[in-house]
């Protein structure tokens, strides 16, 4: 069984289009997260939601969205693609412990997603 | 600026021979710190976590690291490289003293490991 998964795991397309990736994790968390892994390898947190609400929202253009329709799914949005969004996607899982925005325990990845725009 | 820095983008060691990934950290307070660990074209995979318990702490795959406050560090060793360690290695941190608290991991800029026969 795959604790997190994402689909799809490639993603080849044209600039100006619209694409979504999913991710699911079925380890019972209830705080999700979307990170970016640029070609240069750097990772750096895009959104994260706890119990299908936004708790992280960096510094991300506005074409990015996403949506938790429920604590097991987080997707994540992205229109009119650019050059720039050129990278590996990773979603990523974790339970809080004890109070809200108390320490979070292990964060679990998923496989990531590589996106392709040309 | 807090952060976490990894000295070193490429590491190359023999194999058998001893294994140190580099990190150091900037806050004010002791963070959470974490090592993981990516094979080519996968996701990232806990390697070990530091959570203000025990200041050594072992990992999988033989893996270790030291907590040492008074050097802002937390360096990952193994004694004895195996060709299958050869991997991108990241370090991150979380924790009151970044911005997100807990609640966000920021990592280090990954050092990627080679070993040779």
């Known amino acids: 069984d795959t604790a997190v998964s994402q689909t799809p795991k490639y993603l080849v397309t044209q600039m100006g289009n619209d694409k979504s990736i999913k991710c699911e994790q079925n380890?019972?968390?209830?705080?999700m997260y979307w990170y970016k892994q640029d070609s240069k390898k750097f990772l750096k947190i895009m959104f994260s939601y706890n119990n299908k609400e936004l708790i992280i929202n960096e510094t991300v253009p506005n074409r990015f969205s996403p949506k938790s329709p429920d604590k097991a799914h987080l997707n994540l949005h992205i229109n009119s693609l650019e050059l720039g969004d050129s990278a590996v996607y990773f979603c990523?899982?974790?339970?809080?412990?004890?109070?809200?925005?108390?320490?979070?325990?292990?964060?679990?990845f998923g496989p990531g997603t590589r996106l392709t725009v040309l | 600026a807090q952060s976490v820095t990894q000295l070193g983008s490429h590491v190359s060691v023999s194999e058998g021979a001893l294994v140190l990934l580099r990190c150091n950290y900037s806050s004010s307070v002791p963070p959470y710190l974490f090592w993981y660990v990516q094979y080519p074209n996968q996701g990232l995979q806990l390697l070990l976590k530091y959570t203000s318990a025990a200041t050594l702490v072992k990992g999988i795959n033989g893996f270790e690291a030291e907590f040492k406050k008074s050097e802002t560090s937390f360096h990952l060793t193994k004694p004895s490289a195996h060709m299958s360690d050869a991997a991108e290695y990241f370090c991150?941190?979380?924790?009151?003293?970044?911005?997100?608290?807990?609640?966000?991991?920021?990592f280090g800029a990954g050092t990627r490991l080679a070993v040779h026969p």
């Open positions: 991150a941190v979380s924790g009151p003293g970044f911005s997100g608290g807990y609640n966000k991991l920021i």
């Open positions: 380890l019972g968390h209830d705080t």
């Open positions: 990523a899982s974790s339970q809080v412990k004890g109070l809200a925005g108390g320490p979070t325990d292990t964060q679990y």
